[in-house]
């Protein structure tokens, strides 16, 4: 890919030394050459500009029952072989709203506060070859279950809809990515389109779910970063 862009400082890159890494000037006297580029030679040794954390995109515990049962809960459920416990990444059952439930959701509470990065969802299929998935989904995060809020587009104002299964392969697992990176602690996600069976439906869910996140816990974050 070829990319037009540059930001060199006067005279550069010059190449001294063999200077074969770029860098990005910050907070210098020179106050004209902030931002701007410069080679180095790529032993050197600088603040970085973005960090990227040892267990970045780690999954919370969905799928390996770290999370307890529970700790999942949802609005309804549809008997007893479709509870919410079951909506787990890889379950050999999934959770399923009642029918009856205009406003589906699952949610978990993930025992710690985290940098949410995102979910992975699944459809299921049944030994009678029946394909179920939730399509589209919007998501809620908080630090506590009271002060849960939509994420949105990029926009900021518009609550995203993420997509998720297709009818063709309800199994495999999709993953959807936080681009705001929430903090939370509770991860609520609410199906707005289902296929079941043939026919795609308005608020059903079922559902399995995994949550990633970019680290342990929140404060873990903050520590290193002072």
């Not at 907070?27 to 500009?49: E, K």
């Not at 969802?121 to 809620?140: A, P, R």
Request: net charge negative; charged share 25%.
């Amino acid at each position: 890919m070829q990319v037009d862009f540059n930001a060199w400082t006067e005279g550069e890159p010059n190449n001294v030394d063999d200077e074969d890494c770029v860098g990005m000037y910050g907070n210098i006297t020179q106050q004209d050459s902030r931002g701007l580029w410069n080679d180095f030679r790529c032993n050197a040794s600088m603040t970085y500009i973005c960090r990227v954390f040892k267990e970045c995109m780690r999954p919370l515990g969905m799928e390996n029952y770290e999370i307890a049962d529970n700790k999942i809960s949802a609005s309804s459920f549809d008997g007893d072989d479709r509870v919410p416990q079951y909506g787990r990444l890889n379950n050999e059952l999934p959770w399923t709203s009642n029918s009856n439930d205009n406003t589906p959701w699952i949610q978990v509470d993930l025992g710690q506060q985290v940098i949410a990065t995102g979910v992975f969802t699944q459809g299921h299929q049944s030994e009678s070859g029946h394909k179920y998935c939730v399509e589209e989904f919007k998501v809620k995060t908080g630090l506590t279950e009271a002060s849960l809020f939509y994420l949105h587009d990029n926009d900021g104002t518009t609550e995203k809809a993420f997509i998720a299964n297709c009818a063709d392969t309800p199994n495999v697992a999709v993953m959807s990515e936080f681009h705001s990176r929430p903090r939370a602690q509770f991860v609520r996600i609410e199906p707005t389109k289902c296929y079941r069976n043939g026919v795609s439906q308005i608020n059903v869910g079922q559902s399995h779910v995994v949550i990633r996140s970019e680290s342990d816990r929140a404060s873990n974050i903050d520590d290193e970063e002072r």
